[in-house]
């Protein structure tokens, strides 16, 4: 089994910048790509951003492409996601997802993932 946590949602302003954290533990965690969703209220779960093992590959939704960066420290088993210029229509639950089987992908499909964290509310005030 593979746990995830995130944290560092909250309250933040139009333009301003929060810092989401994913920490895992699990004796099966391996080495997975990672990736961050959002679901807004009312709207479906979508991809923001993933990153490859090695933290080599980024791959980033087209609306975030640019503010938002995504980075990992494996020795810390930890994955980040820094979401500058932040928006209104950011407002979501952030979710944090392991892909265990692979370790490289452009994987923005919530079925590629296996692993899910229980979410961190964003909101964003205009």
């Known amino acids: 089994q593979v746990q995830l946590a995130e944290s560092g949602g909250g309250l933040g302003q139009a333009g301003g910048s929060l810092r989401l954290s994913c920490s895992a533990s699990?004796?099966?965690?391996?080495?997975?790509?990672m990736g961050w969703f959002r679901q807004a209220p009312g709207k479906e779960r979508e991809f923001v951003a993933a990153i490859s093992w090695s933290g080599l590959s980024t791959y980033y939704a087209d609306s975030v492409k640019g503010p938002f960066t995504i980075s990992r420290d494996n020795a810390k088993s930890t994955v980040y996601l820094q979401m500058n210029s932040l928006k209104p229509e950011g407002t979501a639950v952030y979710y944090c997802?392991?892909?265990?089987?692979?370790?490289?992908?452009?994987?923005?499909?919530?079925?590629?993932?296996?692993?899910w964290g229980q979410g961190t509310q964003v909101t964003v005030s205009s």
């Open positions: 997802a392991a892909d265990r089987a692979r370790t490289v992908g452009a994987l923005t499909s919530l079925n590629d993932y296996d692993s």
């Open positions: 699990g004796r099966t965690f391996g080495r997975p790509v």
